[in-house]
């Protein structure tokens, strides 16, 4: 009796034991699990709500960057064509005219006026709070002023007693371009530059999206 009794005892005390592994072992899987999911880094993508997008800043030194690169594109070109013939004497004493001695030099052609902007020259100032970049331009200057010689149409009437020489050409050039300049300048080309170059500064500067372009 009594050694049943003992025996009773010690499978009790096994199936105690055992159970109480059961539970410990799971407690600790499931403490360890709870772990585990605490330190998982969550890569869940940022969710933004409609409208709330990301501006990116613009400095003045990007803005000038794109502006150097605008180069040759700053200039606007005029065309003009301009007839202009002169009489030529000699002379005595400076300011006689020597008889007979007349010829006459008159020379047709067209000619191409540039006038443009110095991209250096550009004021450019930034305000982040309205998003706007603000542009101050001086005004245009002629860049060049030339004939086209592939279209001049001479006309001489030399004289022996006063040949036509090289310095009564380059008189009536320099006419020329004098009086294409005065059709070019009443023809507005320096507005016309102004509306050119503005147009180009937009489009150099679309890809700042976020941002405003204005002229001072």
């Given amino acids: 009796m009594k050694k049943l009794k003992e025996t009773g005892s010690s499978l009790l005390m096994i199936i105690l034991i055992a159970a109480l592994g059961f539970v410990g ?23 933004k709500l409609p409208g709330e997008t990301e501006k990116s800043v613009v400095t003045v030194d990007e803005v000038r960057t794109k502006l150097v690169a605008i180069g040759e594109l700053s200039t606007y070109s005029g065309q003009y064509t301009v007839k202009k013939g002169r009489d030529f004497f000699r002379n005595v004493l400076d300011d006689i005219r020597i008889p007979g001695t007349t010829n ?4 047709e052609c067209e000619g191409i006026v540039k006038v443009g ?16 970049i603000y542009i101050s331009l001086l005004e245009a200057t002629v860049n060049d002023n030339y004939v086209i ?21 380059k008189l009536l050039i320099d006419e020329i371009e004098e009086e294409g300049l005065s059709q070019s300048e009443e023809q507005e080309i320096y507005n016309a530059a102004e509306e050119n170059i503005k147009n180009i500064i937009v489009n150099f500067l679309s890809g700042m999206d976020d941002y405003q372009v204005k002229f001072l």
């Fill in 149 to 169: 010689w592939d279209s001049v149409i001479c006309k001489e009437d030399n004289n022996p007693l006063n040949p036509i020489d090289f310095e009564q050409y």
């Fill in 104 to 107: 006459n030099v008159t020379l």
């Fill in 25 to 47: 072992g799971y407690w600790y899987h499931s403490q360890k699990t709870v772990d585990e999911a605490e330190v998982v880094e969550d890569t869940t993508p940022d969710v």
């Fill in 117 to 132: 902007y110095d991209v250096n020259e550009i004021g450019v100032d930034i305000d982040d709070q309205s998003y706007t």
